[in-house]
């Protein structure tokens, strides 16, 4: 299928690593023209390089810290500079630290809302004019499996992504008729760096992720790039009616029937 992101300009965030490099590399292959951003610009650089040279594509890359609006509208600014569109906006970010309900402070709370829902926010809401100008545009935001069932200790995690799936879902509503459309896609689990620090120290790594695996239908854990997968999909022409969607890439992990 051709996806036709040939030359379409996507601004990929936090994605010197992970889910958000996996997606740059996949629009980057499909491509279109890529800007990356995270906040070391030494793995940014490494990131770019590594995309460059398996796709053959040229890469931005700028250092910013999502969380920062400051950073972001600078960020933004070059991007529209330099490209005079943004056609694809990625929404990503670490993600908040994990732990139970009750070891939580104000700040943690603050911190959580900054990074995880307040930048999606800052950064759909300043790519809008440039995507209303063109006459289309895609917002894509990576949350979490989290919204779908409970995963113990994510209450920062899952409290943010509701709101997130809250905010798609009322600007599908309002962007729909500037032919804009806005989805959220919720991984499981799929390793990365965030996933590998969680596994239990001193056991092997291939056993450690099998056993974090017995419980999800495909007995194993996701590849980075099969999220991207779905994410390149959700940017292409072909998933123009589709909106205010909230889609799982999760081996099948949330049992809930709705
Ligand atoms: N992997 C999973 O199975 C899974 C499951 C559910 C949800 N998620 C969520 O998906 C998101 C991505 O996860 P991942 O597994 O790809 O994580 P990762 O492997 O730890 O990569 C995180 C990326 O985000 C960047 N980043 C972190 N904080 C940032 C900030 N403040 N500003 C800009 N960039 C920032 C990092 O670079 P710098 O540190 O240099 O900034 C890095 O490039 C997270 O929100 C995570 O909670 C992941």
Redesign the pocket.
């Given at each position: 299928m051709n996806l036709k992101l040939k030359d379409k300009v996507a601004l990929v965030?936090?994605?010197?690593?992970?889910?958000?490099?996996a997606v740059a590399k996949t629009l980057a292959a499909e491509g279109c023209r890529i800007i990356i951003?995270?906040?070391?610009s030494d793995?940014?650089k490494a990131?770019a390089k590594e995309i460059e040279e398996l796709t053959g594509s040229a890469v931005t890359c700028i250092a910013?810290?999502?969380?920062k609006a400051e950073e972001v509208e600078q960020l933004i600014g070059h991007v529209a500079s330099r490209f005079q569109s943004v056609d694809i906006l990625i929404n990503?970010?670490?993600?908040?630290p994990f732990a139970g309900f009750e070891d939580f402070n104000d700040n943690d709370w603050q911190r959580a809302f900054e990074?995880?829902l307040l930048s999606f926010a800052r950064t759909s809401r300043l790519v809008l004019p440039y995507m209303m100008q063109t006459g289309s545009g895609r917002i894509i935001n990576?949350?979490?499996?989290?919204v779908k069932s409970v995963l113990a200790n994510s209450v920062l995690?899952t409290s943010m992504r509701m709101g997130v799936v809250g905010m798609a879902k009322m600007m599908a509503d309002e962007l729909g008729p500037y032919n804009i459309t806005v989805n959220n896609v919720?991984?499981?689990?799929?390793?990365?760096?965030?996933?590998k620090h969680t596994l239990p120290k001193g056991v092997d790594l291939n056993e450690a992720l099998k056993q974090r695996a017995e419980n999800i239908p495909l007995r194993r854990i996701?590849k980075?790039e099969e999220l991207a997968a779905l994410v390149a999909f959700l940017a292409s022409e072909q998933a123009s009616y589709i909106t205010g969607t909230t889609i799982q890439v999760d081996g099948g992990a949330n049992r809930s029937i709705f």
């Open positions: 965030l936090a994605s010197s690593k992970g889910l958000g490099k951003a995270s906040r070391n793995d940014l990131a910013a810290d999502v969380s990503n970010a670490g993600g908040p990074l995880n990576i949350i979490s499996g989290s995690s919720a991984p499981g689990l799929i390793l990365t760096d965030r996933i996701g980075p």
